[in-house]
Nanobody, 132 residues
């Protein structure tokens, strides 16, 4: 599966952005999709994930209550709605996928506290800048 992330931009603190992750080459039904971010000088951080087949979602503590991950099965797209953005949310955001066809893998790659493990397929990043 190939992924294309988009939707980044400049937003003021407290504002909102919606990122999109469009998939091609396969349907997302058998995948977990994760959103990750990396700020300059910092390690990559998992932000949110979804297992497409059952709609299970999970978030890192930094995203809980402000970010919402969702899927559009018809369009084979996963979204990350980001509200109440803070300057510390500024980063390059990536979407990534991993097959979870084998039973048990869904909760391994998308546990309750956000994406985990090694995601296999990565889209290019989209830059989010939060500044007044």
């Amino acid at each position: 599966v190939q992924l294309q992330a988009s939707g980044g931009g400049l937003v003021q603190p407290g504002g909102s952005l919606r990122l999109s992750c469009a998939a091609s080459g396969d349907t997302l039904e058998s995948y977990a999709i994760g959103w990750f971010r990396q700020a300059p000088g910092k390690e990559r951080e998992g932000v949110a994930c979804i297992t497409v087949s059952d709609g299970f979602t999970a978030y890192a503590d930094s995203a809980k209550g402000r970010f919402t991950i969702s899927r559009d099965n018809v369009g084979n797209t996963v979204y990350l709605q980001m509200d109440s953005l803070k300057p510390e949310d500024a980063a390059v955001y990536y979407c990534a996928a991993v097959s979870v066809r084998v039973p048990g893998l869904a909760r391994f790659y998308c546990p309750a506290n956000g994406p985990s493990g090694r995601y296999r397929n990565w889209g290019q990043g989209t830059l989010v800048t939060v500044s007044s």
